[in-house]
C-alpha cells in the first residue's frame, strides 16, 4: 500500500527528512503500510492553516443548510465506500469484518445526524425591557482538535469531526499511529469538497505532534478519546491556554445481574459487551455483577460461551479479532500472568497461537472470578476480552460494588423488577445505564460520556454540539 501522506494546507504532506512510521497489522504482523512522523512545525503549520481557513470567506459563506447538505452527501459516499472502508477497518485493527462493517455505518449516521443538526442550532431572543432587543448568538468556536484513538478510528472520527463541521468550525484530526487508513480515506474526500484547511489530517506520534497540537495556542478546542494519563496531560496542555475539553477516557463497566433477570437474554449481551473488538472497547461491559443465588448458573452459561468464541484474524471469520499491537498484548498477558492466586480464572487467561498468523496478537477470551472486589484486575482497565467477576448478596451492595471504580462509563441492569430497575439505575454513577441490554447499534441519537474518571462532557446526540460553539449575546438599544 502506498505511504499515507498528511493533509495540511490543502496539500498532500510527506515526510521532508524520511521520518516514518511502520503501520503493523495486528493480525498478521505484517507491515501496511507507512505514515509521516508529523512534527512540530507540521502542528504549527496546520493551526496556522485552520485560523486562516476559519476566517476565509470561502468557508464563511457555506451556509449552515449547506454544511448539513455537505455532511448528508458525506454520509451518502461513506454508505457507497462501505465495502472498501469496512475492509480498511478490519486490516488496521483486525477486527471481524462484520463489526467493522458496523462501525462505517455507525460512521454513515453521525454525518447523516449532525447533518440535519447543521442549520438547527440557534439562539433566543430575551426579554428585557421595551426597546432593547437582546439576542444569543451561537458562534463556532473555532479551530478544533480532534485526537482519535486506535479502537474505533471511524466511528470516533466521524462522531466529533460531524458535530464540529455542522456548527461552523474547522477540523484538524490527529490519527492514532496505528490506524490511520479510513480517516486518510475521508480526508481525500475533505480535501475534494471543502475550502483549503477547513479539514486537515495530521499523523505520527501521540507524544510529539500530539503534544505540539494540544498544547498549540491556536486551537480553540479539543476533543480526546483515549486513556485517563494521557486524557489529564491534555488537559493540562489546554488549561494553559484556558481551552475546553471533551475527554472520553474508557471505563470499567458492570453488567449487573439480578436473581430474576431473564439469563437468555443476559448472557449474549454480556458476551458481547466485552469480547466486542477483543474488549478493545471504552464501554466494554468489563465487569460483571451477579447475585449470589443465580451466580453458578450465570458463570456456568458464560464459560461455555467463551470456550467456544472464535480467535482469530478477519480471513478467517473469527469473532474475536487480535490485540491493536504488541505493546497492548504483552500489558494484557501481564495482567493475566499476575492474577491474584485467590482469583480463580476460569477459562481462557492466555495467549492463542492462529495457524498461519503466528506474529499476530491473540489472547483468549477470559473470565476471572474475584476474589474481592478490590483485586487491580476488577478496578483497571484492561482493554482486553477479560471479565471479571464479583457475586453480591443484595440491590445495596449491587449498588455499592458497581459504583466502587474510579470510572462511570456505561452500565447494565438485568431485572424483570421494574421497581429495582429504576432504583438501580438512579443510583449508579454513569453516563448510560441500559436496563434489560446493553449499547445500541452505534447509539448515535444517546448522550455519551462519563461521570467520574470516565471523562468531561457529552459526545453524540444533540447535545454534543455545545462543544463546539460558544454564545455571544447581542443588546440592540432601539432609539427614535
Ligand atoms: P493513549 O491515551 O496514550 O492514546 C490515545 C490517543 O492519544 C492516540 O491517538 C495517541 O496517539 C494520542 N496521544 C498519546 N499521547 C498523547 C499526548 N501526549 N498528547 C496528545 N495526544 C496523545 O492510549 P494508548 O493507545 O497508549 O492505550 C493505553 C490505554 O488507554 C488502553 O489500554 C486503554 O485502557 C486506554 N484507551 C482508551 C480508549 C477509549 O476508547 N477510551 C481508546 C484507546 C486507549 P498515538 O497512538 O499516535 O500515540
Not at 482519535?148 to 466521524?158: D, K, L
Not at 488537559?235 to 470499567?252: F, I, R
Not at 448478596?393 to 430497575?421: H, M, P, Q, S
Request: proline share 4%.
Amino acid at each position: 500500500m502506498e505511504k499515507i501522506q498528511m493533509l495540511i494546507d490543502g496539500a498532500w504532506v510527506g515526510s521532508e527528512n524520511e521520518q516514518w512510521i511502520d503501520v503493523i497489522n495486528p493480525a498478521t504482523g505484517e507491515l501496511i503500510t507507512q505514515i509521516v512522523r508529523g512534527n512540530e512545525e507540521h502542528a504549527d503549520r496546520a493551526v496556522q492553516t485552520a485560523r486562516k481557513a476559519l476566517k476565509s470567506k470561502e468557508w464563511k459563506s457555506f451556509k449552515p443548510f449547506e454544511r448539513g447538505q455537505f455532511l448528508q452527501e458525506t454520509a451518502r459516499y461513506i454508505r457507497a465506500n462501505a465495502e472498501a472502508l469496512a475492509e480498511l477497518e478490519s486490516l488496521d485493527i483486525g477486527k471481524p469484518s462484520a463489526q467493522a462493517k458496523a462501525d462505517i455505518e455507525a460512521a454513515a449516521r453521525y454525518f447523516e445526524f449532525y447533518s440535519g443538526l447543521a442549520d438547527k442550532v440557534f439562539g433566543d431572543t430575551i426579554p428585557i425591557e421595551e426597546d432593547l432587543l437582546n439576542v444569543t448568538v451561537m458562534d463556532p468556536i473555532g479551530v478544533t482538535l480532534h485526537i482519535v484513538p486506535w479502537n474505533y478510528p471511524i466511528q470516533i472520527t466521524a462522531r466529533s469531526v460531524a458535530a464540529a463541521i455542522a456548527t461552523g468550525n474547522v477540523v484538524i484530526v490527529k490519527s492514532s499511529e496505528d490506524t490511520p487508513l479510513t480517516t486518510n480515506f475521508l480526508a481525500k474526500w475533505f480535501h475534494e469538497k471543502l475550502p483549503k484547511g477547513v479539514f486537515q489530517h495530521l499523523t505520527g506520534y501521540g507524544a510529539e505532534i500530539g503534544s505540539a497540537l494540544t498544547s498549540h495556542p491556536g486551537v480553540n478546542q479539543i476533543t480526546f478519546t483515549g486513556s485517563v494519563p494521557t486524557g489529564i496531560a491534555v488537559m493540562k496542555s489546554a488549561a494553559n491556554n484556558v481551552v475546553p475539553v471533551t475527554l472520553e477516557l474508557g471505563g470499567k463497566s458492570p453488567n449487573v445481574v439480578f436473581k430474576d433477570a431473564d439469563l437468555d437474554r443476559a448472557v449474549p449481551a454480556i458476551v458481547n459487551s466485552i469480547v466486542q473488538n477483543a474488549g478493545q472497547t471504552c464501554s466494554a461491559g468489563s465487569r460483571l455483577l451477579v447475585d449470589e443465588t443465580i451466580a453458578d448458573e450465570l458463570i456456568e452459561k458464560l464459560v461455555e460461551k467463551f470456550k467456544h468464541l472464535k480467535v482469530g484474524p478477519p480471513a478467517n471469520h473469527a469473532e474475536v479479532g487480535p490485540i491493536i499491537n504488541e505493546k497492548q498484548y504483552k500489558r494484557i498477558l501481564e495482567i493475566l500472568g499476575t492474577i491474584d492466586k485467590q482469583a480463580k480464572i476460569l477459562v481462557g487467561g492466555e495467549a492463542v497461537q492462529v495457524e498461519g498468523y503466528e506474529n499476530g496478537f491473540y489472547i483468549r477470551p477470559t473470565i476471572i472470578e474475584a476474589s474481592n472486589h478490590n483485586n487491580s484486575f476488577v478496578q483497571e482497565e484492561i482493554f482486553g476480552p477479560v471479565l471479571s467477576v464479583v457475586r453480591f448478596t443484595d440491590v445495596e451492595e449491587a449498588i455499592e460494588l458497581a459504583n466502587a471504580t474510579d470510572y462511570g462509563l456505561v452500565a447494565g441492569v438485568w431485572t424483570k423488577d421494574i421497581d429495582v430497575a429504576h432504583y438501580v439505575a438512579s443510583r449508579i454513577e454513569s453516563g448510560q445505564v441500559f436496563i434489560n441490554s446493553y449499547g445500541a447499534a452505534g447509539g448515535v441519537q444517546m448522550p455519551f460520556g462519563g461521570y467520574k474518571k470516565s471523562g468531561i462532557g457529552r459526545e453524540k446526540s444533540h447535545l454534543a454540539v455545545q462543544n463546539y460553539i460558544q454564545i455571544k449575546n447581542i443588546a440592540i438599544q432601539v432609539q427614535l
